[in-house]
């Protein structure tokens, strides 16, 4: 495997010496993602080749089409393991069923490049206080690096807020505001179809991220996926049940009944809603990109450029400081491991072993030399033509070149870090980030005094580090109770805040007090102080 920086190079030495043509031989490995993938093109985009051709590895792969517990659930149950797994938050399961390789003695003896990666991080990557093995290999957090990019908040059509003479934008009242005045002057787009004030994303786990989470980010707590941390004790809250929340999901209510949330928002699926943003009818969305990342794309292949999103730092009010992108450090957790079905996982290793390289990270970032990038001066840059497709034809520049597909494969270094040759790993860094961006991007964010979408968010370095990580990705045993409580209070919340929502205003305190009382019943209490203590034990664990 040829692990230097230029990718089109020939040269078959390793970063630990001369790799033997075993190494190079043929083999596929099967595979199963937890997360779905349907640009997955069975490793024949460019980068994709490129992969197989330095280390003899393709991939069978499956990812999940419905809800991954369940699939995870039956391939724990009946042994038959794929090579590699990524099972995110479901790997408890697997180690319970006895189907994953402790890759600690392989990576100490084939993976130079991962220990190097990771290097006094890699105590992180232990599965627990009492069982010490390592069983994936995180490839959902990066090593090091900045938050570059605001994927999130809310986000706001281009062409609405030019109209609204480029007002602030930092509290839920100035963003209806915007939506409001557009809609008042353009209640249909050009073809007399009504145009949607905010639509929200409710088809499955996705009411978590343009739902609820939204209520906990803009009421002053990170990502924590359903919890609140207590930054000092390291207690745990259902957020649901902390303060500001209610009168979040009280504003969406309002919305509901104003006509700006648009009314199909609970009962539509995640094609509908994708086909509504590729419509350009939607103003405003409470989303991260890769939710909407396909509907905008398609927006932008039709050149409708002021119908994208800019990203805004709204909070519910001026008395909370927006922390969405305080930094949780290098979070272990999420990622791929070897299973012991696997018949040899020292190729795998090696495959791994290949994406953590300072070679594949920069294949997988910036694709083929000569062909997506060129070294001018020593440095890597995009032709103009390239940049032009990444911009304006992303989807189809995408499948075919497979630039970001193995991301979540393999471990990586974050944004801003520079490899051996004084080059950024990631095109995320400012400059990049710029050329990126579109002219309606530009304008924007000019009329801003910004050069990014992270200029208009407050710094992570206006907070500590998060020394629990994010608690979504700690794994509880699938035998603790908790789980069967967490089950029946999340079953609670997606029906009970929908029903809030599109409550009558004079029945929402009721089914709001209910909804409380329904947590209380089905042992919300019970379930917070046992996370408490994983979270606690996580800090343990990480930090001593």
Known sequence: MSLLAGCGSNNQEADNGSTSEDQLSPVTFSFFGADANPNWNNMQDAVGKEITRQTGVSLNAEFAVADPSQRLALISASGDYPDLISPKGDLDKLVDAGAMLDLTDLIEE??????????????????????????????????????FVAGSGFELQHRAVKEAGYPEIKTVQDFEKVI????????????????????????????????????????????????????????????????????????????????????????????????????GRVIGLTDVDWGYGDGEKALKAEGKYDQTYGH??????????????????????????????????????????????????????WGIQGKHYELQNGKRVVPAEVQERIVNDSISFSRESGIGFYTNLGAHYGDGVKDSTDNYFTKNYPEQIVENYTAADKETLQAYNANTWMDLFPNEKDFPVKP????????VPSEDEINVIANKVKDITWRQIPLAIMSKPEEFESIWNDYQQKLLDAGVEKMEKGFTQYVQNRVKLWNE
């Open 180 to 279: 409001r005045n557009y809609l008042e002057k353009h209640p249909v787009d050009e073809k007399g179809n009504p145009n949607i004030g905010l639509t929200l994303n409710a088809d499955d786990w996705r009411i978590q991220i343009t739902v609820t989470n939204p209520a906990a980010e803009t009421t002053g707590k990170s990502g924590d996926g359903e919890y609140y941390i207590n930054p000092e004790t390291y207690e745990a809250t259902y957020h649901f049940r902390t303060e500001g929340e209610k009168e979040y999901f009280q504003w969406l209510n309002h919305m509901y009944n104003t006509g700006l949330l648009d009314k199909e928002s609970f009962v539509q699926k995640n094609d509908q809603y994708q086909a509504k943003i590729a419509s």
């Open 312 to 365: 805004y730092s709204v909070m519910l009010s001026d008395q909370y400081k927006d922390n969405r992108f305080q930094s949780t450090g290098f979070m272990a957790g999420w990622g791929v491991g070897i299973t012991n079905a696997c018949k040899d996982p020292v190729r795998a290793i090696q495959f791994l072993d290949f994406l953590a390289s300072e070679q594949g990270q920069v294949l997988n970032n």
């Open 110 to 147: 084939h993976a130079p490049n991962l220990k190097k990666l990771f290097g006094e991080q890699i105590k992180r990557l232990r599965y627990s206080n009492e069982d010490p093995s390592i069983y994936v290999i995180p490839t959902y957090s990066s090593i090091d690096g900045l938050n």
């Open 468 to 475: 629990w990580g994010a608690v979504w990705n700690i794994s």
